[in-house]
């Protein structure tokens, strides 16, 4: 797993505390050592060995990205768990993305 805990809070994790770095950290542990062959996430049914694979793959950016995108969130979140779950599946896919907006939004003349 590239992912680890004490590598996180090791780089300054800014707008973070360590409660919710091993929150994260032990939520993806709970997903990756499932039982279960199936996971729902946001709704949707995968496969275990999708999602296992995808959450191997997280690494202290994406970890970071999703606690930035959970600072920003002003809407109320119900299930925070699933919540969670969903962003991290999500972060490997999202994450170039979401910072080129950020700089298209901050620094237009670097847009394009």
Do not use: W
Not at 16 to 38: A, P, R, Y
Request: glycine share 6%; with cysteine; aromatic share 8%.
């Amino acid at each position: 797993m590239k992912i680890n805990e004490r590598t996180i809070l090791n780089k300054g994790c800014r707008i973070c505390d360590q409660e919710m770095v091993e929150g994260i950290f032990d939520l993806i542990l709970e997903t990756v050592l499932s039982k279960n062959g199936e996971i729902t996430i946001s709704g949707d049914v995968y496969l275990k060995n999708l999602v296992k694979s995808k959450f191997l793959k997280l690494n202290y950016s994406h970890v970071e990205y999703v606690i930035n995108c959970l600072g920003k969130n002003t809407t109320k979140v119900r299930n925070i768990k699933s919540y969670l779950l969903a962003s991290l599946f999500n972060a490997g896919s999202t994450i170039s993305s979401y910072y080129r907006a950020e700089v298209n939004h901050d620094m237009p003349q670097y847009a394009g």
